[in-house]
């Protein structure tokens, strides 16, 4: 069968230019990790999942989630919750807040979040779950879209009952993660599952789990009948995984590279949570960029050691020079956005879905 990545589907009334999607990551989808995969070609990008209390409740370090970029769109902001009354109530500050698509987490593993009724244990709950989607879909005149996992316990087929009745309440999408609550991120991603959900509904799915190439993005395509699929932890540090994914090639970028993408996120990322949050957010991701054979480890180490974000950068320019140059031609082609500063960092809860 043939797949071509670059055509643009529709989820709902949205247009997405590509069946790449940027997957949502607690502790990581931040609004430059957003931009930035929009720029390397993920038609549609994703929030990490936001509390809908935490929005009812006006708290600001979850309200910093709700801060659009002009080149974001298309983008979904993922809520979660149990409660269908304060998930519809959320839901309109998302639509207000200029999201595109209002995407609904049932896929949430972790146990602060499943003990309180919400992420992943909904799948068990099939009345609650559609009651949630339908309070949601009345309440927002944009899209709404579910991630779901396969079901709680390992062989579960729960995505199959519930994935159907959450269309019928209202669902304009589906994505699913054909792994179990249970399973965490063990094992595989069981896609088999993901053609049984093609079949049963007549709304788009998006396959997500264990996409890292473009061969095996193709694959799902062909074999699911999926109309996108999500990426997750390839495009950690590695934006070039999706150019990768979208136009086949090596996707193995220069040193220069590298290091201007990764002086940019960090820009970015300072001006979204400020300077004291970020300095331990991105920790990780220096990591994540300079690894997979592109820098020695002792460098990346020494990084690590380091507490402000300028010596940081100052040092990555030291080892790599012509990052400048690279890093001066990507932020004259970017719009510029507006500078909002966040004292507090939202919260992230690793491994939401
Ligand atoms: C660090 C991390 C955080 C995640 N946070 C979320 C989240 O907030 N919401 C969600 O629906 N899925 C979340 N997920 C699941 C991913 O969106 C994706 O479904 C999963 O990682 C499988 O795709 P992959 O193999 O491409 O990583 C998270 C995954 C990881 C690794």
New binding site residues.
Partial sequence: MHVNLRESWSLGSVRVPTRVVL??????SVQAFRRQGRRFGAGLVCS??VSCAGIEHRNERTLGYLRVAADEHPLAI?IFGSDPHVMAEAARMVEAAGADVVDI?F??PVRKVTKTGAGATLLDDPDRAAGIVAAVAAAVSVPVSV?MRRGLENESRACLEVGPRLVDSGAQCLTL?PRSARQM?TGS?DHSLTAELVSLVDVPVIG????TSQARAKAILGETGASAV?????AQGNPWALREILLGGEGRPSREEVVAELVLFMRETVRELGERRAGGFLKKFYGWYLGRGRFPRPFKQELVQLEIVSEVEARLFREVPGARFVLQRIETQQPVVDEVLLDEMPISI????
């Fill in positions: 997957a949502p990551m607690a502790g990581v990490e999942m993922q987490n896929g949430c991630k993660h991120y991603a997500s789990g264990d996409v999500m990426v997750g932890r390839a690793y491994g939401g879905g």
